[in-house]
């Protein structure tokens, strides 16, 4: 595809998704096939959702988000009002652990203190994101596994999960594992197996880095 065929695919995905509300304020540009993402959304959450959208087209090879977030109006909040939002959704949801804070400047939500598995991390970020009034989302939380676990098993189980994915091509990726850190390597045919395939590396017991060197077949 071109890259005047991956911006028209974008554009029509984002006016395509109802969740993006107004999809016309979003510039979609893309070059080589990684596709750079402007404008304005009214809520954090859309912003994610936008950039997953580009993700699923085939033919982009890499997503910059340089969305802004303007909350809507009526959806603003003071930052104390907003942190108590934001830890009051963290303590409702069970996969979050009692060990996560935050703290809000500006409407921005700094994640910090610990979690044992990265899910519970990509949890945190979601839950926070999805808040009103939140602009940004920056993750400080330390991964402490609860204890070590074999290379061999670690690679395993990754390897085991990726062939389950039904969204990810497992037979082109390779995966490495050594006291904790994950190397991901090989190749994917759209950006949003990239991430999946990254995803699943962080749901593996132990692992506390995922490197991830797949490459989108353009």
């Not at 044992?116 to 330390?142: F, H, K, N, P």
């Not at 991901?184 to 197996?193: C, D, K, N, Y």
């Amino acid at each position: 595809m071109t890259d005047l065929q991956v911006q028209r695919e974008v554009a029509d995905e984002l006016f395509w998704d109802p969740k993006i509300t107004r999809p016309g304020d979003i510039a979609v540009v893309s070059k080589d096939g990684a596709v750079t993402l402007r404008g304005t959304v009214g809520t954090f959450q859309e912003r994610c959702d936008a950039a997953d959208d580009a993700s699923h087209i085939r033919g982009v090879t890499g997503v910059t988000n340089e969305l802004a977030v303007s909350p809507l109006e009526g959806t603003a909040r003071n930052d104390a009002d907003l942190r108590g939002a934001v830890l009051q959704a963290l303590m409702l949801d069970s996969r979050v652990p009692s060990t996560v804070d935050a703290v809000v400047v500006d409407g921005q939500v700094t994640l910090t203190g610990s979690a044992t598995w990265g899910y519970q991390r990509a949890e945190a970020q979601t839950v926070a994101g999805r808040i009103g009034g939140v602009t940004g989302v920056v993750d400080q939380i330390d991964l402490v596994p609860g204890g070590p676990a074999a290379d061999d098993d670690v690679r395993k189980a990754i390897a085991s999960a990726l062939q389950r994915h039904a969204r990810v091509t497992a037979d082109g990726i390779s995966v490495r594992s050594q006291d904790g850190l994950v190397v991901l390597s090989g190749t994917v045919a759209t950006w949003a197996e990239h991430n999946d395939a990254e995803a699943a590396a962080w749901s593996a017991p132990g692992v506390t880095n995922v490197v991830n060197d797949l490459h989108v077949q353009s």
